[in-house]
């Protein structure tokens, strides 16, 4: 298996990382391996490869492969990738989020290596549970849609990913995106099965998460910056999206 390349991290002897264009020859490759190939240009996206190498002609500067053994997604997340070989589909802003702190980390190359590997685990756990769970919806949904109308709405999709602590409307989300505001709610629901209220929501209680884990702020604190103005609220939000409320999350110190 390749190793001490630029952009390829040996994560342990069932996974490697390959970050931007950096493919290793196909008989570098993990025998028996699965690979979900992340491309960050918008809308962003995770394609599956139970087993085939093609994914390597598709790698850029804005992708992120995780070459996993069957064996292993089967042994740790009871996922077969075979199930869903050559399908494609939109990352949640969450996944996309570590992609991109994987691809643009910026560091001393000991450091940079250990965090991408880090990272890297992150990303296939949060991905390969969405994918298990139904959460990410096929990119093959796009059929009434105009090539510029799908660019328009990742644009869309970006605003609400990057810019979700702003006071974002439909209005608002439909000027910065060159849409008008009917082809943006009809095509948000054809191309994301969901409505843009509900991906705000979702992006927003993503971001409460990650703080509750992540910091020492009140819960109340964290969901007044998420946009709810009271904790009942919140919670409710929250519990409905997770499972869990703020404060068993906060106290459990695992992600929901």
Not at 52 to 80: H, I, K, N, P
Not at 183 to 211: H, I, N, T
Request: glycine share 8%; hydrophobic share 45%.
């Amino acid at each position: 298996m390749v190793v001490h390349q630029p952009g390829i991290i040996k994560v342990s002897e069932e996974m490697i990382a390959v970050v931007g264009d950096h493919a290793p020859a196909a008989d570098a490759l993990l025998p028996g391996a699965a690979t979900l190939l992340v491309n960050l240009d918008r809308p962003a996206s995770v394609r599956i490869f139970a087993a085939s190498s093609d994914w390597r002609a598709l790698c850029g500067s804005r992708t992120l492969a995780m070459v996993v053994l069957r064996s292993a997604l089967e042994r740790l997340f009871g996922w077969t990738a075979q199930d869903v070989d050559g399908q494609e589909f939109f990352l949640d802003a969450t996944s996309a989020g570590i992609a991109d702190q994987i691809i643009a980390a910026n560091l001393t190359p000991e450091v940079q290596t250990t965090y991408r590997l880090g990272k890297s685990i992150e990303l296939l756990c949060e991905v390969t549970t969405r994918l298990q769970q139904g959460d990410l919806q096929p990119a093959s949904r796009h059929l009434g849609l105009s090539r510029v109308d799908r660019q328009r709405l990742g644009t869309a999709r970006a605003i609400i990913d990057e810019q979700w602590s702003e006071k974002l409307t439909i209005g608002v989300i439909a000027r910065r995106a060159g849409l008008n505001r009917t082809k943006l709610s009809r095509g948000f629901r054809e191309l994301y099965r969901c409505s843009v209220a509900e991906a705000l929501a979702d992006r927003r209680l993503a971001e409460a998460r990650r703080q509750l884990l992540a910091t020492d702020l009140p819960v109340s604190v964290i969901g007044y910056r998420t946009g709810y103005s009271n904790n009942a609220s919140f919670s409710r939000a929250f519990g409905r999206r997770f499972g869990i409320s703020p404060s068993e999350l906060r106290n459990s110190g695992v992600a929901a």
